[in-house]
């Protein structure tokens, strides 16, 4: 008999989870509930969500991805940026949607290979892209420098968040690195061009 769409998200969505719980149970500080993975971090109360949500529209699956992490706010607070987060809600220091990313959402599958493929494959993005970009937001490694850099608009602050994430790693930027960094690409948005751009040169000039 065939299952009416209720039906099939509900299996699809206890499958994925029992699914991925699996396959990350060595990811420290995670906890898998109902279309939501949830990872912390005590020492710092750094907090990333990954959330799956139904599409009706689309018939398919999103995952949007909130990352709040107090000691990058913190220092976000102190340097007090003339200019608003490039994010809604100015709790979080990263936050995405699959659904502005090109083929990151899953159809709702409909047969027992789909769910299984399904499953591969979002265990494939997380694991390939995603996961990566949340552990080093949560443990402020060198390597989200690059993530910044790569995709600025889902950050908060990318330029003064780099600094600090610099600063907190004993890093130094390169003129070639510093270039980079203070290009109208890692603005994340072209909003208060002015304000950013001459803040941006005030912390390149204090930095270091």
Same mark, same amino acid.
């Given at each position: 008999?065939?299952? +009416?769409?209720?039906? &099939?998200?509900?299996?699809? %969505?206890?499958?994925?989870?029992?699914?991925?719980? *699996?396959?990350l149970?060595? &990811? /420290?500080?995670?906890?898998?509930? #109902?279309?939501? @993975?949830?990872?912390?971090? *005590?020492? /710092? $109360?750094?907090?990333?969500?990954?959330?799956f949500?139904? &599409?009706?529209?689309t #018939?398919?699956? !999103?995952?949007? @991805?909130?990352v !709040?992490?107090?000691v990058?706010?913190?220092? @976000?607070?102190?340097?007090?940026?003339?200019?608003?987060? +490039?994010?809604?809600?100015?709790?979080?220091?990263? /936050?995405? /949607?699959?659904?502005?990313? *090109?083929?990151?959402? @899953?159809?709702?599958?409909?047969? %027992?290979?789909?769910i %299984?493929? =399904?499953?591969?494959?979002?265990? =494939?993005?997380?694991? $390939?892209?995603?996961?990566?970009?949340?552990? +080093?937001?949560?443990?402020?490694?060198?390597?989200?420098?690059?993530?910044? &850099?790569?995709?600025?608009?889902?950050?908060?602050?990318?330029?003064?968040?780099?600094?600090?994430?610099?600063?907190?790693?004993?890093?130094?930027?390169?003129?070639?690195?510093?270039?980079?960094?203070?290009s !109208?690409?890692?603005l $994340?948005?072209?909003?208060?061009?002015?304000? *950013?751009?001459?803040?941006?040169?005030?912390?390149?000039?204090?930095?270091?």
């Amino acid at each position: 008999m065939k299952q +009416n769409t209720a039906e &099939l998200r509900k299996n699809f %969505e206890k499958r994925l989870i029992e699914f991925l719980k *699996k396959e990350l149970s060595h &990811l /420290s500080g995670t906890k898998f509930t #109902r279309n939501r @993975i949830n990872i912390t971090r *005590k020492e /710092s $109360g750094a907090v990333a969500n990954i959330h799956f949500e139904y &599409l009706t529209n689309t #018939r398919s699956y !999103e995952a949007t @991805i909130l990352v !709040e992490q107090p000691v990058l706010q913190a220092a @976000i607070a102190q340097m007090a940026p003339p200019y608003p987060s +490039n994010l809604a809600n100015a709790r979080f220091v990263y /936050s995405m /949607s699959t659904t502005s990313e *090109k083929d990151a959402c @899953i159809d709702l599958p409909t047969t %027992e290979q789909g769910i %299984e493929n =399904a499953c591969r494959r979002m265990l =494939a993005l997380l694991n $390939g892209t995603y996961l990566p970009i949340v552990l +080093n937001a949560l443990e402020t490694g060198p390597a989200m420098v690059d993530d910044i &850099l790569a995709r600025p608009k889902y950050y908060s602050h990318p330029v003064p968040l780099i600094f600090t994430v610099l600063k907190i790693n004993g890093i130094q930027a390169s003129e070639e690195s510093l270039a980079r960094i203070l290009s !109208e690409q890692t603005l $994340g948005y072209t909003n208060h061009h002015e304000l *950013k751009n001459a803040f941006h040169q005030h912390l390149a000039s204090t930095s270091g």
